[in-house]
């Protein structure tokens, strides 16, 4: 004999172009606007949960050396003078 699945309810507002479009693609797949949102958010979850992988330089290799500027900005207290002024 298989279990019965615990369900619990979830009450959202949302907007009405939001509301609009999950009615639509619930037609389309002859389904509920609920299985929608659940399928939607079992898809974000899924994708949230893998997490990165490299160092921080591996995730923001695009935008080192982006800018320019003195190379010794972190260190030197000489770039200080003025700011806050």
Avoid: T
């Amino acid at each position: 004999m298989r279990r019965a699945r615990r369900v619990r309810s979830l009450s959202l507002k949302l907007p009405e172009a939001l509301d609009s479009q999950i009615a639509a693609i619930a037609r389309q797949r002859c389904s509920s606007k609920s299985e929608v949102a659940r399928r939607a958010l079992d898809a974000y979850l899924a994708d949230a949960a893998i997490p990165r992988q490299g160092s921080a330089l591996d995730l923001a290799g695009d935008f080192v050396g982006a800018l320019e500027g003195p190379g010794d900005l972190s260190y030197n207290a000489e770039h200080m003078n003025g700011y806050g002024e």
